[in-house]
């Protein structure tokens, strides 16, 4: 591998040496003459990328500064860098073109201002945080022996102002990663300057498996070892989770999703964390106790949970409220329309959280408890409750032919990030008729969850003492419409 590397540098050299000579002459020559492709041109950073595990695991990397800018670069760049999330690298080496070298050190905040002159910054990147080579730290490092995870946003060194011109050749090597995006033929990563902004999760050594929903794969690396699951069975449950994400959207929204499962030791819950990171695909990390069974997924809610993400947009500015509503409304009916649950279990978990909710939020009104960074019981179930009546008030709207779920199927078309603004004017297409905004505007000013007992009281869904009861009403038929109405007998 070490040797094809080298062979590309040579060839850059050459055409990067082209590239000169062809300014030197008219500007319209250039254009004609068939250059290099993108990648060959001099004006792109470099990130090589070394896995190690000697003493200790770590990342060795090395950052080959551009040798020519296009005009929009800022004039800072390329000399300053910033650690994203700042901590682990004590000290960086500057390596001038001449082969002078020159140690330097992060400064308060991750910056890292490079020496004029400098052509290679190089660093070591711990991936442990104890000296026994142990770690658990979900963007840090976290892993055992040869297997683990970390966000790339940890330990890559990007500059301080990335613009979306920069272009980024990535190599890993030492250990097989599996990183949000794919490399070429040569086995190099193509990458812009957003990438290393959104540079999702990462994983070195562990194994592999597989999961295929439709025409999708999800990429799988499971890093670490577990007590009774084979990854035959892991590689299961991420399907399952996937083929739930299709009662929701028409297709899998991505060719191509990387999930990276991390054991938890001493824990058999079967998913005990997820996240999702906004990499171009999203990225996924799902933490699995050690001790968990293949039995035990039956119930799990957290893969799907991840999973439906990726069926909305990226919300900018970032908008918690409604994205976890979305996948926390749906996760509910997905598992009922899937068959993994009833419509009255359905129902009964959506009333459990719209409970707990309650609970978080007291007597506050919704503008306020969304704003409540970390209350994330609140937040999450008021944004389910409002994505529920969203839903239900587009298919009132519609007679039933517009659904919450056409909303993201209309956005999917608009792109990968939407504003609240594009996500009420898409469900406003949907229903024909002005309704986000009017719908947002009754909610936040009212107590959190004011408006679910008359919406429950309308679908036919009764809390009872002894649970949820479901029942005919004015709109139990767009409920049954809603969870696929499977009664215990379906599901048996
Ligand atoms: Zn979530």
Redesign the pocket.
């Known amino acids: 591998m070490t040797d094809r590397v080298s062979g590309v540098d040579a060839m850059k050299t050459l055409v990067a040496r082209a590239g000169l000579l062809c300014l030197a002459l008219t500007l319209g020559a250039c254009a004609s003459v068939p250059l290099a492709a993108p990648w060959e041109d001099a004006d792109h950073l470099r990130y090589n990328i070394l896995y190690t595990n000697d003493p200790a695991p770590g990342l060795n990397v090395e950052v080959f500064l551009p040798s020519s800018l296009p005009r929009s670069v800022p004039r800072s760049y390329p000399l300053d860098f910033l650690f994203r999330q700042p901590g682990r690298v004590g000290s960086l080496v500057a390596t001038a073109q001449d082969g002078t070298r020159f140690e330097f050190f992060p400064r308060e905040g991750g910056v890292v201002q490079a020496p004029r002159g400098t052509s290679v910054i190089r660093y070591h990147y711990p991936l442990a945080s104890a000296p026994g080579g142990s770690g658990r730290h979900l963007f840090g490092g976290m892993g055992e022996g040869d297997a683990w995870h970390v966000a790339g946003k940890a330990y890559l060194l990007t500059p301080r102002h990335v613009t979306p011109e920069m272009r980024v050749d990535l190599t890993v090597s030492g250990a097989d990663a599996l990183l949000p995006w794919q490399p070429d033929a040569s086995g190099v990563y193509r990458l812009s300057g957003a990438d290393l902004i959104d540079a999702g999760f990462h994983a070195f050594g562990g194994r592999r498996c597989e999961a295929r929903v439709g025409a999708s794969v999800l990429e799988v690396a499971v890093l670490g070892r577990f007590t009774h699951l084979t990854d035959a069975e892991l590689c299961a449950w991420l399907e399952q989770a996937g083929r739930e994400v299709v009662t929701v959207r028409k297709a899998f929204p991505f060719p191509r999703v990387t999930v990276r499962v991390v054991p938890v030791p001493g824990k058999a819950t079967p998913g005990d964390f997820?996240?999702?990171l906004w990499s171009a695909p999203p990225s996924i990390s799902i933490l699995v106790g050690q001790d968990a069974t293949a039995a035990s997924f039956a119930k799990d809610w957290v893969a799907v949970?991840?999973l439906l993400?990726l069926t909305h947009p990226t919300l900018m500015p970032r908008e918690a409220w409604l994205?976890?509503g979305l996948?926390?409304y749906y996760t509910e009916l997905a598992r009922a329309r899937s068959g993994r649950q009833t419509s009255q279990q359905a129902w009964q978990e959506l009333a459990n959280g719209f409970a707990r909710g309650q609970a978080a939020a007291r007597s506050r009104p919704m503008k306020a408890v969304i704003a409540e960074e970390g209350n994330f019981m609140g937040i999450?179930w008021t944004g389910a409750l409002f994505a529920l009546h969203l839903d239900v008030e587009l298919r009132r709207a519609t007679q039933g032919r517009g659904r919450l779920e056409d909303v993201l199927e209309l956005l999917a078309t608009r792109g990968p990030t939407a504003t609240l603004e594009s996500f009420g004017a898409a469900v406003d297409t949907v229903a024909g008729q002005p309704l986000f905004d009017a719908l947002l505007a009754r909610h936040l000013p009212k107590p959190a969850f004011a408006e679910l007992p008359p919406l429950l009281e309308a679908l036919g869904v009764r809390i009872d003492p002894g649970g949820v009861k479901l029942h005919a009403a004015p709109d139990s038929g767009l409920r049954e419409a809603m969870d696929g109405g499977r009664t215990p007998d379906d599901a048996g």
Do not use: N
Request: negative net charge; aromatic residues 10%; glycine residues 10%.
């Open positions: 997820g996240m999702t949970h991840e993400h994205t976890e996948a926390t999450y």
